[in-house]
């Protein structure tokens, strides 16, 4: 009896929280719908701590890249106690797509559910969109408490864009 009812509040548990299973995808071109390869994804956990005061620590960051069809696989978590994951897909020439927020004016994303086969539309970048402002805006879609090498290949996708960023700042100036 003890074994069955630890089991129901298992899978309650499981069921009502930061459970994730893997996810399929695909990464298209929002004007045309053709695949975009080589876009790379990166979805990080995070738990909060403390009591009273408390603050998020990432827990696990997974990043994957499309194949030639615009294709995606992202593992998923089984843990009860992380947070809804932040999700983000970025590829040269596109607007960074991110589960939380919109660019450029980061508005909610209110569209976004957590499941396969979901199609991730990248917008092309505009040429009336700062540099400045996607970096930030990706910067702050991927900041992460973990060690850079856990996100490789999302920092090294637009590290071009950083240049164009700090020649926009110097603009300013």
């Given amino acids: 009896m003890r074994i069955r009812n630890a089991l129901f509040i298992t899978f309650c548990l499981l069921s009502v929280t930061g459970c994730y299973a893997t996810i399929t995808g695909t990464v298209v071109d929002?004007?045309?719908?053709?695949?975009?390869?080589?876009?790379?994804?990166?979805?990080?956990?995070?738990?909060?701590?403390?009591?009273?005061?408390?603050?998020?620590?990432?827990?696990?960051?997974?990043?994957?890249?499309t194949d030639k069809e615009g294709k995606v696989t992202i593992s998923g978590l089984f843990n009860p106690f992380v947070n809804h994951p932040s999700l983000?897909?970025?590829?040269?020439?596109?607007?960074?797509?991110?589960?939380?927020?919109?660019?450029?004016?980061?508005?909610?994303r209110l569209d976004f559910k957590w499941s396969n086969d979901y199609v991730f539309r990248l917008e092309k970048f505009r040429p009336e969109y700062s540099y400045l402002a996607?970096?930030?805006?990706?910067?702050?879609?991927?900041?992460?408490?973990?060690?850079?090498?856990k996100k490789q290949s999302m920092t090294k996708a637009y590290e071009w864009e950083r240049k164009r960023a700090n020649e926009e700042r110097m603009k300013q100036k």
Avoid: C, M
């Avoid at 045309?32 to 009591?51: D, F």
């Avoid at 590829?91 to 927020?101: C, P």
């Fill in 30 to 65: 929002g004007d045309t719908g053709q695949p975009i390869e080589g876009a790379v994804v990166l979805a990080e956990w995070s738990i909060t701590k403390g009591l009273g005061l408390t603050y998020s620590k990432s827990h696990e960051v997974v990043e994957a890249v």
């Fill in 88 to 108: 983000t897909v970025y590829r040269k020439g596109y607007v960074a797509w991110n589960n939380q927020y919109i660019f450029p004016d980061r508005k909610r």
């Fill in 134 to 149: 996607h970096v930030n805006f990706l910067d702050d879609a991927i900041f992460s408490y973990t060690a850079g090498e």
